[in-house]
């Protein structure tokens, strides 16, 4: 990823939310309510004193001591007193970033040794280092997200008191400086938007380099027994090199904004004295008032050029996001949980299911049942993200990893190959589609029709019972890591059910499925029962 794309947003946003409306929401507020109320105490105290300081100024430039001395005296009480408030500013969010880290490492700890998904992880080549991304990622993360936020919210308050101190001075500079915060934050992102994919890269070949001086460590004795110590070395020197190579190329990147940004910094607060010389000189305005408008450019430049000065912190952030965010979105591949769910029909007049929590385990199929309008095919169409009304987490595995049977499948238009292999199946041999048909009992199936390549009206061809079994050979086709079946058997005969689960087991596929109490209990682990009005009950299928 190389830039703030939507899948950054996604990312950030399923990283950052479960904390702030987790059990630890109430301690999580309450101490970013606490430092930026010891902030805004903060600002609103700055806002006074550059009234202050301006009077100061002004009795140092007209040699009237005993003013100047008063003033003097306030600034450095002001000083004194801010000092103990900004170290415990500092303490609070330092906590709050404490807290919330140990929060989500135990969030990604839990779900990492679950249903032996780290197993998977540490051979899927495309997440590298997953437990740096625990160790190191986590606390980057954390440490940068209340930083950040605690620093714009400051800033928007900044930037509100201060634009009323310039105002007041000269309306002309406020829209100079909006001018100048603009073109540098626009500028600056042009000029470093390589540095996020660069970072990114920096991250992953650091902690390759780690990993492999780990290994040496570790296999110490083997390596000295095989004599093997050459080839070490040359790999260690291979993994260094490029970790040096693309260092340099961050730090020339690096180089290039901060020509930029140094020109900006150094000539910005002078664009005050440039712009309220003339009144000066006429005799129209105060010395202390340029002094006071160039504190408060500074201070609001400060406040709103986040992206120029955080630019670089911000291109690392974004790797850090991409890293954590696939970690997480491979830890839950294979993973199917309901977390305090409640769904309501859509004009919330009534609750169908009300704070239900369930994980389902590896290899294990559950079973939902219930009276008719219970509410079970809402909770698959919830899963599916097709139900809206109602609140609660679900984690399942992406669409394309998912497949839904309803009752009546989809019968499209084409033929009997391309029904077969529909959404996503591809190019299959015909052995292969042959093989399928007899599994699902309809080997006969391309004889009666004209061969695979024939088309016909396959609704009215094909009976309903016909047209499930035609939907569980696309299952085997596809091969989703979840099935979830609405009543998927209904139009079959015991015998014909029981041959097509046991083909779904027999291919590993993992399935929910929606149906009678009495004949599917035997295919499921576990029944979950949909008593109404938001009651459920959850059982194991033998009970």
Same mark, same amino acid.
């Given at each position: 990823?190389?830039?703030?794309?939507?899948?950054?947003?996604?990312?950030?946003?399923?990283?950052?939310?479960?904390?702030?409306?987790?059990?630890?929401?109430?301690?999580?507020?309450?101490?970013?309510?606490?430092?930026?109320?010891?902030?805004?105490?903060?600002?609103?105290?700055?806002? @006074?004193?550059?009234?202050?300081?301006?009077?100061?100024?002004?009795?140092?430039?007209?040699?009237?001591?005993?003013?100047?001395?008063?003033?003097?005296?306030?600034?450095?009480?002001?000083? @004194?007193?801010?000092?103990?408030?900004?170290?415990?500013?500092?303490?609070?969010?330092?906590?709050?970033?404490?807290?919330?880290?140990?929060?989500?490492?135990?969030?990604?700890?839990?779900?990492?040794?679950?249903?032996?998904?780290?197993?998977?992880?540490?051979?899927?080549?495309?997440?590298?280092?997953?437990?740096?991304?625990?160790?190191?990622?986590?606390?980057?993360?954390?440490?940068?997200?209340?930083?950040?936020?605690?620093?714009?919210?400051? /800033?928007?308050?900044?930037?509100?008191?201060?634009?009323?101190?310039?105002?007041?001075?000269?309306?002309?500079?406020?829209? @100079?400086?909006?001018?100048?915060?603009?073109?540098?934050?626009?500028?600056?992102?042009?000029?470093?938007?390589?540095?996020?994919?660069?970072?990114?890269?920096?991250?992953?070949?650091?902690?390759?380099?780690?990993?492999?001086? @780990?290994?040496?460590?570790?296999?110490?004795?083997?390596?000295?027994?095989?004599?093997?110590?050459?080839?070490?070395?040359?790999?260690?020197?291979?993994?260094?090199?490029?970790?040096?190579?693309?260092?340099?190329?961050?730090?020339?990147?690096?180089?290039?904004?901060?020509?930029?940004?140094?020109?900006?910094?150094?000539?910005?607060?002078?664009?005050?004295?440039?712009?309220?010389?003339? #009144?000066?000189?006429?005799?129209?305005?105060?010395?202390?008032?340029?002094?006071?408008?160039?504190?408060?450019?500074?201070?609001?430049?400060?406040?709103?050029?986040?992206?120029?000065?955080?630019?670089?912190?911000? #291109?690392?952030?974004?790797?850090?996001?991409?890293?954590?965010?696939?970690?997480?979105?491979?830890?839950?591949?294979?993973?199917?949980?309901?977390?305090?769910?409640?769904?309501?029909?859509?004009?919330?007049?009534?609750?169908?299911?009300?704070?239900?929590?369930?994980?389902?385990?590896?290899?294990?199929?559950?079973?939902?049942?219930?009276?008719?309008?219970?509410?079970?095919? #809402?909770?698959?169409?919830?899963?599916?993200?097709?139900?809206?009304? /109602?609140?609660?987490?679900?984690?399942?595995?992406?669409?394309?990893?998912?497949?839904?049977?309803?009752?009546?499948?989809?019968?499209?238009?084409?033929?009997?190959?391309?029904?077969?292999?529909?959404?996503?199946?591809?190019?299959?041999?015909?052995?292969?589609?042959?093989?399928?048909?007899?599994?699902?009992?309809?080997?006969?199936?391309?004889?009666?029709?004209?061969?695979?390549?024939?088309?016909?009206?396959?609704?009215?061809?094909?009976?309903?019972?016909?047209?499930?079994?035609?939907?569980?050979?696309?299952?085997?086709?596809?091969?989703?890591?979840?099935?979830?079946?609405?009543?998927?058997?209904?139009?079959?005969?015991?015998?014909?059910?029981?041959?097509?689960?046991?083909?779904?087991?027999?291919?590993?596929?993992?399935?929910?499925?929606?149906?009678?109490?009495?004949?599917?209990?035997?295919?499921?682990?576990?029944?979950?029962?949909?008593?109404?009005?938001?009651?459920?009950?959850?059982?194991?299928?033998?009970?």
């Amino acid at each position: 990823m190389n830039r703030f794309d939507r899948l950054f947003w996604r990312r950030l946003w399923s990283l950052t939310r479960p904390y702030w409306v987790s059990d630890q929401k109430f301690a999580a507020f309450g101490l970013l309510a606490l430092t930026l109320l010891l902030s805004g105490s903060i600002l609103a105290a700055s806002v @006074v004193f550059s009234y202050v300081a301006r009077d100061m100024m002004t009795a140092l430039a007209d040699r009237n001591a005993g003013p100047f001395i008063y003033n003097m005296a306030l600034v450095i009480a002001y000083n @004194v007193v801010s000092a103990p408030v900004v170290a415990l500013a500092g303490y609070v969010t330092g906590k709050l970033m404490l807290n919330w880290r140990q929060w989500l490492t135990e969030e990604f700890l839990d779900d990492s040794l679950r249903d032996r998904a780290f197993y998977r992880i540490s051979a899927d080549a495309r997440i590298d280092n997953p437990d740096q991304r625990i160790s190191e990622d986590l606390n980057t993360f954390t440490a940068f997200a209340v930083s950040f936020v605690v620093q714009v919210l400051q /800033g928007l308050a900044t930037g509100v008191s201060f634009v009323v101190v310039l105002w007041l001075i000269s309306p002309m500079l406020v829209l @100079v400086l909006a001018a100048c915060v603009g073109g540098g934050s626009l500028l600056t992102i042009v000029i470093g938007r390589p540095l996020i994919g660069i970072n990114f890269a920096q991250r992953r070949l650091e902690a390759d380099f780690r990993y492999a001086l @780990v290994g040496l460590r570790n296999n110490a004795e083997a390596i000295a027994f095989f004599g093997g110590e050459p080839r070490e070395h040359r790999a260690l020197l291979q993994r260094l090199y490029a970790v040096m190579a693309n260092f340099n190329l961050l730090i020339v990147w690096q180089r290039n904004v901060a020509f930029f940004t140094y020109a900006y910094d150094f000539l910005l607060p002078l664009v005050p004295y440039l712009s309220l010389a003339p #009144s000066f000189f006429a005799g129209t305005i105060e010395f202390g008032k340029i002094t006071q408008a160039s504190a408060a450019f500074i201070t609001l430049r400060t406040s709103l050029s986040l992206v120029i000065d955080q630019f670089n912190s911000l #291109s690392s952030f974004a790797a850090v996001v991409e890293r954590l965010g696939a970690y997480s979105e491979a830890v839950e591949a294979g993973r199917l949980s309901m977390q305090q769910l409640t769904l309501n029909t859509p004009d919330d007049r009534r609750t169908l299911v009300r704070d239900l929590s369930l994980d389902i385990e590896d290899g294990e199929a559950l079973l939902i049942v219930g009276d008719s309008g219970a509410g079970k095919t #809402s909770l698959l169409r919830a899963i599916a993200g097709l139900w809206r009304s /109602g609140r609660g987490r679900i984690v399942r595995p992406p669409l394309a990893q998912v497949m839904f049977l309803p009752q009546r499948p989809y019968m499209m238009l084409g033929s009997l190959r391309e029904q077969l292999c529909y959404p996503h199946a591809g190019d299959v041999s015909g052995e292969r589609l042959a093989e399928v048909l007899r599994l699902v009992h309809l080997e006969s199936l391309p004889e009666r029709i004209g061969g695979l390549d024939a088309e016909v009206r396959w609704e009215d061809f094909l009976s309903l019972g016909e047209q499930q079994q035609i939907a569980f050979a696309r299952l085997l086709l596809n091969r989703p890591a979840y099935a979830f079946l609405d009543e998927a058997t209904s139009a079959l005969d015991p015998g014909k059910e029981r041959a097509l689960y046991d083909c779904l087991e027999s291919a590993r596929i993992r399935i929910v499925s929606v149906g009678d109490r009495l004949r599917l209990p035997r295919y499921h682990h576990r029944v979950l029962e949909l008593l109404g009005d938001g009651r459920w009950r959850l059982g194991s299928a033998g009970s």
